[in-house]
Structure formats: structure tokens, C-alpha cells
T-cell receptor, first 112, second 114 residues
């Protein structure tokens, strides 16, 4: 079993809708979680970080973490065509320095 | 504030050659991590350096090595290149490289081995 799993998609949503991206992980150790966005041919760009259970909001983005159920999600409200990209979930163990473990990414397509 | 700078952006090398990639982190950041990204394997952790010391290493052969200088700049070296080494190589910089610090990526070096 992979440490971090994401649906590869593609996930297609209409413009203005809410896009929901999910990520599950297998280890119960102490971790922090990050969502990155990667446009085709570009490098990953950090969108959100979340360290404790609950919701964290930043503009149109909301990250949700549930450590008991071992999942983390990213909601994108009022989706725009410019949000079309691959979204990568990553976790980092507190005792492993800066090592990020990535999921395979979910491709999101926002249709005008 | 300047971001993470990777050079060169593109490289074409022949099998058996070696290559050195460079990464300059964000000013003040002391941790540099390297990743390999391929369509089949996704983003895979290579190694992480903090204050010139390798703190963590991924599951890659010994042909992949790195180092970090006193100014936090880092280099990655791949010797005896194989076709399968063709990938996007990314470095990420973070302040302390601890689990709760955010990491920022450079633009990457696209390596093609022919």
C-alpha cells in the first residue's frame, strides 16, 4: 500500500462549482500535510499547509484534515478554468527532516 | 525575495555521462531537498541537506549523490547516466526542513538522457 493515495482523475467540474480533492494516507505517525498545484510543464506550487485536525481556509481554498480517519482534502470554491492543474497531496513526518512524501496527484479540469 | 533557482533548466546527456545540477534556495533557508519526477513514478524523494549535512536519503542508487555548501546552495550529481534517469529534477527549499515548515520548489531541471 502506498503511503499517500489520491484518485488520479481526471476530475471534471463546471466553472463556479466546488471541486473536492481527496487524499488518504497509511501511517499514523505525527505528520504535517501540504497541498501543491502543478500546471503542465511547471513545478509544484504550494497552496496550503495543514497541521492539526479541522479546517483551514485561505481564499477560495479550504483544507480539511481528519487524522483519525487518515484523510486530508482540499476544497476549491468557485472553481475557475485557471484552476485546471494537477493537485498533489504531500505529507511530512516530524522526525524525518524535510522529506515530503507525495501522492500521485489528481488532475482537475474546470470547464467554462 | 528571490525564489528557488535551479540551473540549468534543460540538459541533454548521453548514456554513461555524468551530470551536475545546481539549486540556490530562498535566502535564509537552510534545508534543500531534491526530488525526481517522472510520469510513471510521480515525485520521488532523493535526499535532503541541512547545514551541509545529508539528513535523509531516498531509495535511489549510489549513482545519485549531492552536497550542500556553507551558503546553503546545493548540487546534485548523477554518474553513469541511464535512459531511465530522464526526468524532471526538482529542488525544494525550506527554512529549517522540519515537518512543520513549508517547502518551496524551484523551476526544475529537465534532464533527457539519449
Amino acid at each position: 500500500q502506498k503511503e499517500v493515495e489520491q484518485n488520479s482523475g481526471p476530475l471534471s467540474v463546471p466553472e463556479g462549482a466546488i471541486a473536492s480533492l481527496n487524499c488518504t494516507y497509511s501511517d499514523r505517525g505525527s505528520q504535517s500535510f501540504f497541498w501543491y498545484r502543478q500546471y503542465s510543464g511547471k513545478s509544484p506550487e504550494l497552496i496550503m499547509s495543514i497541521y492539526s485536525n479541522g479546517d483551514k481556509e485561505d481564499g477560495r481554498f479550504t483544507a480539511q484534515l481528519n487524522k483519525a480517519s487518515q484523510y486530508v482534502s482540499l476544497l476549491i470554491r468557485d472553481s475557475q478554468p485557471s484552476d485546471s492543474a494537477t493537485y498533489l497531496c504531500a505529507l511530512c513526518f516530524y522526525n524525518q527532516g524535510g522529506k515530503l512524501i507525495f501522492g500521485q496527484g489528481t488532475e482537475l479540469s474546470v470547464k467554462p | 525575495k528571490a525564489g528557488v533557482t535551479q540551473t540549468p533548466r534543460y540538459l541533454i546527456k548521453t548514456r554513461g555521462q555524468q551530470v551536475t545540477l545546481s539549486c540556490s534556495p530562498i535566502s535564509g533557508h537552510r534545508s534543500v531537498s531534491w526530488y525526481q519526477q517522472t510520469p510513471g513514478q510521480g515525485l520521488q524523494f532523493l535526499f535532503e541537506y541541512f547545514s551541509e549535512t545529508q539528513r535523509n536519503k531516498g531509495n535511489f542508487p549510489g549513482r545519485f549523490s549531492g552536497r550542500q555548501f556553507s551558503n546553503s546552495r546545493s548540487e546534485m550529481n548523477v554518474s553513469t547516466l541511464e535512459l531511465g534517469d530522464s526526468a524532471l529534477y526538482l529542488c525544494a527549499s525550506s527554512l529549517l526542513g522540519q515537518g512543520d515548515t513549508e517547502a518551496f520548489f524551484g523551476q526544475g531541471t529537465r534532464l533527457t538522457v539519449v
